[in-house]
């Protein structure tokens, strides 16, 4: 297959650099266009309609981006690298550096570029190494290429499929579809005013609270199994929403700071 591989967490990843390889090696033609530094969270956002963005190439088929992850599926899908000559088969965010799990994905860069790529029609994943006690990146290379083919078959019309791999020092016990979970986040924030009348606002992270529903990414990821959920590319409005064992989703409690 002819791959398209992004991420959020820039070129420069372990666990980009890993995967690409370990793609090519598996006979796939790989070409690289990830951002220039650290993206993480920032979702869907895209630059291009501002300025340009500057692809920078670091060796053959790789390529920094100056932009956004969005940025780099849209630059990259039409036009900005004509060695795809067309569209590539396959578009590939990750290995991201922690988790993206239920709610993550509304914030994550990682999500947006495989959202982005659905978005233009091609079929697209997102895959996230959940954080432990060190960063298991070999083996989340392993399992993502030994399930490649199972994840790709998993997708839905109009969906990209969100992949979390667990990260507890050992292969995980397998690859179970996934609701995503409702979390809830008490970041804070830290106003300082500076003397020239400016203030400054530190943020520092709280703890991450996950409702504990059976059968979502969370409890997936909790046993030690990769999740993989179809997530929908397009807005969808509250009278749509329904899980597949027909709860709706204001029946679903909300999880208080």
């Known amino acids: 297959m002819r791959i398209l591989l992004t991420n959020d967490d820039g070129i ?23 951002p220039d530094s650290d993206r993480s969270g920032v979702s ?5 309609l501002r300025e340009p963005c500057k692809l920078t190439e ?32 396959l578009v590939v965010s990750g290995i991201n550096r922690g988790a993206n799990i239920g709610t993550d994905i509304v914030y994550s860069g990682t999500a947006a570029a495989a959202r982005q790529g659905g978005l233009c029609g091609i079929p697209s994943l997102a895959l996230s190494l959940v954080e432990g006690d060190s960063w298991n990146w070999e083996g989340a290379v392993n399992f993502s290429l030994k399930h490649l083919a199972e994840i790709i078959a998993y997708r839905k ?26 979390r809830c986040y008490t970041d804070r924030v830290d106003p300082y005013e500076a003397h020239d009348g400016s203030r400054y606002c530190f943020s520092t992270a709280g703890k991450i609270g996950t409702w504990p529903e059976r059968g979502s990414d969370w409890d997936a990821v ?12 397009h807005p969808v409005s509250l009278e749509e929403v329904i899980t597949e064992k027909g709860r709706a989703w204001n029946g679903r409690k909300t999880l208080a700071p």
Do not use: Q, Y
């Open 12 to 34: 420069d990843s372990r666990g980009l650099s890993l995967l690409a390889r370990a793609l090519r090696e598996a006979g796939h033609r790989v070409f690289v266009v990830a």
């Open 222 to 233: 909790s046993r030690n199994l990769a999740s993989m959920s179809a997530v929908f590319i």
């Open 44 to 48: 869907h956002s895209i630059s291009f």
């Open 157 to 182: 019309p109009e969906t990209f499929v969100n992949v979390n791999i667990p990260n507890i020092g050992e292969e995980p016990g397998g690859l179970v579809p996934a609701f995503p979970s409702l």
């Open 58 to 89: 670091r060796e053959k088929d790789t390529w920094s981006c100056s932009g956004t992850p969005a940025d780099c599926v849209v630059v990259a899908s039409l036009g900005g690298v004509p060695e795809l000559d067309g569209l590539p088969d």
